[in-house]
């Protein structure tokens, strides 16, 4: 039997086969049929490969991986994965988001672990200049073919931004979700401890440690930023990773969410977003 899932951007499935009596789920990807435009294939063989060559899923607790299939040339791309169960973390009180943060430790640990940064799969995007400023020397461009005024306000909005990046891409690298945000990230509240299940890799590269708890904690209020940063910074040291000191916390965090509000920009763009949106 096989289910489509309504709130898949790729088509994504659920299929269950019954064979001599037992049953068994799966998810199927279908990256050919996303619903959202794409570039070109490299998030898919992205997520691929991050599936079958880096997470662990005994010490991570995400999806094993059971198949997949690259042949673009047929408009084939496919991903099978165990079915997992869990609420989205948007829909969860604020205990599974320091659980979400606390695995982002573990998940930098485990990179460290494996070597991953010294020989990081080709596939992985990699957080340096040219990667961050791509998207906002896009986001200008765009927002000038629809008027030269807010770009002039979106250019002065970037002052100084420049310099934020190159402390960013100065950091220690290490494995990144690249769009950690609550949606993504699902929780077995059933499972002792909850099981957090991070989907949807089609982001993820070698970056700073700080990059995906800026995603986690956007939109929130500073007493829960904080905790937050507590939880994550106690997984990680754990592990024997290094964090920046508190105060270059802050100021890589804001240049995150600044990358993050240009991210936002050019996806609206290019879906056609209506002026007042843009503005």
């Not at 979400?100 to 485990?110: D, E, I």
């Not at 190159?166 to 077995?188: K, M, N």
């Not at 000191?245 to 240049?255: A, D, G, I, N, Q």
């Amino acid at each position: 039997e096989r289910h489509p899932l309504a709130e898949s951007t790729s088509s994504c499935e659920l299929l269950r086969f019954q064979t001599g009596g037992q049953a068994l789920e799966l998810y199927f990807k279908d990256y050919g049929r996303c619903r959202l435009p794409r570039e070109d294939d490299r998030g898919p063989r992205r997520e691929i490969d991050v599936y079958r060559k880096i997470l662990d899923p005994e010490l991570l607790g995400t999806a094993r991986h059971v198949g997949s299939l690259r042949e673009p040339e047929d408009g084939r791309t496919w991903l099978l994965l165990e079915r997992v169960r869990g609420s989205r973390l948007a829909d969860l009180d604020f205990e599974h988001w320091l659980a979400a943060a606390a695995w982002l430790g573990r998940l930098q640990g485990h990179a460290a672990a494996r070597g991953i940064v010294a020989q990081p799969p080709s596939a992985l995007a990699v957080h340096d200049l040219p990667y961050f400023s791509s998207t906002a020397e896009e986001a200008v461009r765009m927002v000038a073919s629809l008027d030269e005024r807010m770009a002039r306000d979106l250019r002065d909005a970037l002052d100084g931004y420049e310099q934020g990046l190159e402390q960013l891409c100065a950091q220690p690298r290490t494995l990144v979700h690249g769009s950690f945000l609550p949606d993504h990230v699902l929780i077995d509240v059933e499972a002792t401890p909850p099981r957090v299940l991070p989907i949807d890799w089609e982001h993820a590269g070698l970056g700073c440690a700080l990059f995906d708890v800026a995603f986690l904690m956007n939109g929130l209020e500073r007493p829960q930023r904080l905790q937050l940063l507590r939880a994550h910074r106690e997984a990680v040291a754990e592990s024997g990773v290094h964090l920046p000191e508190h105060h270059e916390t802050r100021e890589l965090l804001t240049v995150v969410r600044q990358h993050c509000s240009l991210q936002a920009l050019v996806g609206a763009l290019r879906r056609g977003a209506e002026r007042a949106r843009v503005e």
